[in-house]
């Protein structure tokens, strides 16, 4: 009895087995396949996509439904859906094959396997597995590999559940596309070197323009894109759209020993804290964590290498070598539109550092470090001083950039007024207070923008944000946050005020469009051996593109 018991047991596991096996698109796909692209369940993906477009603009979404449902068969190559199941996901795999044409192998879930192979062409080659047919027109076949070898399992855990969200979901098996084409990368490497060794003799000598900085800045970029991409083993985007907006999740993992993999281990998350101190009125809000101090020192080589100064190029090299002992935490900031006569674009900045005081003091000699810049068209004047306001009991340096324009430059003029508007007449201004383990820059706006933004401090959190930060990471290495709608609007009101710029609406049709502010979020994570990247774009946003493009068609309409 026992072993009548345990016999059946076994055959019904491995009969559950082979239907779990039959079931999955993913397992029908060989390890060496390229590129898979899901659509999930499409008759409930049409109704996301039908409710995204409503959303926007009401009526449009039944249009779209029509165009898709048109033009849905003509994807998967059976224009009248013969046979197919629409209720399960749909899978589309791509095998590179060097220099010759791609195999693309459909894996269509069926409700009837026979009327779905009748449906195909003539010219498709097909085989059934289960309730999947596998079908192709661009050759042969490949055969159907055994479970452990399929791409279902050497994708990894983190990158198939993030290839399970949304209703569009792609895996890019990025390990053996680049091995694949691997000569044709080198190759590519090879023109862009060459293509930046070229502008070396492309800018005139007398330009006043040092080009190998910015050529090795450049180069150094494209080293790490291409070293990225042959350190990378796998690549997935998915893609969730429905009726509050569109999310979209990228995860990007790398090999364990690599050095993309060594170099991101070495980026410390953050939970941005201090974002909920920001002023609330802000059109972009940002958040950094991890190399910022190899950024700094970055910027202050780049800047003096371009310098034709030799005194200048030993001064801010020294003071670079400074920030060697100094420890940087997170960064944070926001962009406002303010009030063209006191600077359109006022800026926040609070970030993390310590020793405070050795920072201040590398701070302040690299201000008395740029003095005065002879740059291509215009000469560049900073100053600083040194606690010349109080706000309440904390001091606050002033430094103060101002450029003036050559005037033999045609532009001049235009350069001069428009650098006036951005950033008001006193030149580019920024107070800076320094804390006990932070410091705050307010550039733009004025002694009253300063004020407001440091009582904000001290005061509470910015509410606005906790919506669009509670969908991001909790930690993060960057946050974005961008009121698109609103920075365009912002935009055409400054410019509404400027002769230059005759442009037929006044602030009073902009206020009209009723824009509700929200924002556009972006974060990204390192996480071990791999970066996640999510973006939401809230339906709010979507709306508000929409009103400001009918703005832009009525404006045309009357130019």
């Not at 791609?102 to 010219?123: H, K, M, N, R, S």
């Not at 492309?202 to 330009?207: G, H, K, L, N, V």
């Not at 470090?369 to 900073?382: H, Y």
């Not at 959190?461 to 993060?476: W, Y």
Request: proline fraction near 4%; glycine fraction near 10%; hydrophobic fraction near 40%.
């Amino acid at each position: 009895m026992l072993n009548r018991f345990l016999y059946s047991s076994l055959l019904s596991l491995a009969v559950l087995t082979t239907v779990s096996a039959q079931d999955s698109a993913l397992e029908l796909y060989g390890s060496d396949v390229d590129v898979v692209l899901r659509l999930a369940e499409p008759d409930k993906s049409i109704e996301s996509v039908v409710e995204l477009i409503n959303g926007a603009q009401p009526g449009f979404g039944e249009i779209a439904r029509g165009a898709i449902g048109q033009n849905l068969g003509q994807v998967i190559s059976n224009p009248t859906l013969t046979g197919v199941d629409q209720s399960r996901d749909w899978h589309v795999g791509v095998y590179g094959n060097g220099k010759a044409e791609p195999l693309v192998v459909f894996a269509i879930p069926a409700v009837d396997t026979d009327d779905l192979v009748g449906g195909l062409g003539e010219d498709f080659k097909s085989s059934v597995h289960g309730k999947y047919v596998l079908y192709t027109d661009k050759g042969d076949l490949p055969e159907v590999p055994a479970v452990e070898e399929s791409v279902a399992k050497s994708m990894g855990e983190e990158s198939k559940t993030a290839f399970e969200m949304g209703e569009i979901s792609l895996y890019v098996n990025s390990k053996h596309l680049t091995a694949t084409y691997q000569e044709e990368m080198e190759t590519a490497y090879d023109q862009v070197l060459e293509g930046l060794n070229q502008l070396r003799f492309a800018m005139p000598q007398d330009a006043g323009i040092n080009m190998g900085p910015i050529i090795e800045m450049y180069g150094a970029l494209a080293e790490k894109l291409f070293q990225g991409a042959k350190d990378s083993e796998s690549v997935v985007v998915a893609i969730d759209v429905g009726a509050e907006g569109v999310r979209i999740e990228e995860y990007v993992n790398f090999g364990a020993k690599t050095k993309s993999a060594k170099s991101l281990a070495s980026l410390p998350t953050s939970e941005m804290a201090d974002l909920g101190k920001l002023p609330e009125d802000a059109i972009a809000y940002y958040g950094v964590s991890g190399g910022l101090k190899d950024t700094f020192k970055w910027s202050m080589s780049f800047t003096a290498d371009m310098s034709e100064d030799k005194s200048v190029r030993e001064k801010m090299k020294e003071i670079s070598t400074s920030l060697d002992e100094i420890e940087f935490g997170a960064m944070v900031g926001s962009f406002t539109i303010g009030d063209p006569e006191n600077g359109a674009i006022q800026a926040t900045g609070i970030a993390h550092v310590k020793p405070l005081d050795l920072f201040k003091k590398h701070m302040r000699s690299s201000v008395e470090a740029m003095g005065s810049l002879e740059l291509p068209g215009l000469t560049q004047t900073s100053t600083l001083e040194e606690e010349a306001e109080s706000y309440g009991e904390q001091k606050v340096d002033i430094v103060t950039v101002k450029q003036e324009f050559d005037a033999d430059q045609p532009q001049a003029e235009l350069q001069a007024r428009m650098q006036e508007m951005m950033f008001g007449s006193n030149g580019i201004e920024s107070r800076v207070m320094y804390l006990d383990d932070k410091y705050i820059t307010v550039m733009g706006g004025g002694k009253a923008a300063a004020k407001k933004v440091f009582e904000s401090f001290e005061g509470t959190s910015n509410q606005t944000l906790a919506s669009p930060r509670e969908i991001l990471m909790e930690k993060a290495n960057f946050i974005g946050l961008m009121d698109l709608p609103g920075a365009i609007a912002g935009g055409l009101k400054v410019a509404s005020t400027m002769d230059q710029f005759p442009l037929p609406l006044d602030e009073q049709m902009i206020d009209s469009l009723g824009l509700v502010p929200s924002y556009i979020g972006l974060g990204i994570a390192v996480e071990d051996n791999a970066i996640r990247c999510r973006t939401d774009i809230p339906m709010s946003q979507i709306k508000g593109i929409f009103k400001i493009s009918m703005l832009f068609v009525g404006m045309r309409n009357q130019l």
